[in-house]
Every structure is written in structure tokens, then in C-alpha cells.
């Protein structure tokens, strides 16, 4: 089993920053890939990056590519998402995810399976 943990959520101003992480515990992610999703009020949860185990290959929604950066630190067991100009419409629950299969697709919530508990991130206009 592998619990998740993110911090670094918070309330910003349009056009600030926030970088958000996400622990791992109970096994390492080195092999996994990890994503970020994020799920505002009424709406469903969507894909916001991946990276892949390697760190090689990243993913990233049409909405937040060039504002955004995912990274990972395997020594620490850490993924990051770096949230540059942040806007309004970024405002949400931020999850971290962990994918173990070497198949699927890595923007589909569908296949990652564990979870961390989500955090909030406010952006004022």
C-alpha cells in the first residue's frame, strides 16, 4: 500500500504562485507514474500533469502547459507541482496520485490507484 500525503495548498492572488507536494509512505514510487488532478466545486476531477517513473516524459493539460511544472524527487519519495500565473479558474482540490501499471494512460484518473487526501488551492481575482 502507498499513502499520499500533499501540502503546499493554499490562497493566492491571480498571477501568484504555489507549489504543491505530495509524500509518499509505505512503499517507494520510483516505479510508479504520478499524476496531479484536480476537482473543482461541481465539476468532475480532471488531469493536470504526469510524470512518468523515469522522469523523462511529463504530461500536462492544454489548460495549465507553460504555467505549470511536474517533477519529482525519487531519493525523497516527493512529487512536486510547480502553479506559475495562477488564475482564478485554477481554483480547486489538488490530488496527487500514484499509477503502478506500466500500461493505460497517464492522464486517465481511471487508472491510478492510490490517492492522497487532496489540497485546497484559492485563487482571488
Known amino acids: 500500500q502507498v499513502q499520499l500525503v500533499e501540502s503546499g495548498g493554499g490562497l493566492v492572488q491571480a498571477g501568484g504562485s504555489l507549489r504543491l507536494s505530495c509524500t509518499a509512505s509505505g512503499r517507494t514510487i520510483s516505479t510508479y507514474a504520478m499524476g496531479w488532478f484536480r476537482q473543482a466545486p461541481g465539476k468532475e476531477r480532471e488531469f493536470v500533469a504526469a510524470?512518468?517513473?523515469?522522469?523523462?516524459?511529463?504530461y500536462y493539460a492544454e489548460s495549465v502547459k507553460g504555467r505549470f511544472t511536474i517533477s519529482r524527487d525519487n531519493a525523497k519519495n516527493t512529487v512536486y507541482l510547480q502553479m506559475n500565473s495562477l488564475k482564478p479558474e485554477d481554483t480547486a482540490v489538488y490530488y496527487c496520485?500514484?499509477?503502478?501499471?506500466?500500461?493505460?494512460?497517464?492522464?486517465?484518473?481511471?487508472?491510478?490507484?492510490?490517492w492522497g487526501q487532496g489540497t485546497q488551492v484559492t485563487v482571488s481575482s
Open positions: 496520485a500514484a499509477k503502478p501499471s506500466l500500461v493505460g494512460q497517464v492522464t486517465d484518473k481511471n487508472e491510478y490507484d492510490y
Open positions: 510524470i512518468r517513473r523515469s522522469g523523462g516524459a511529463t
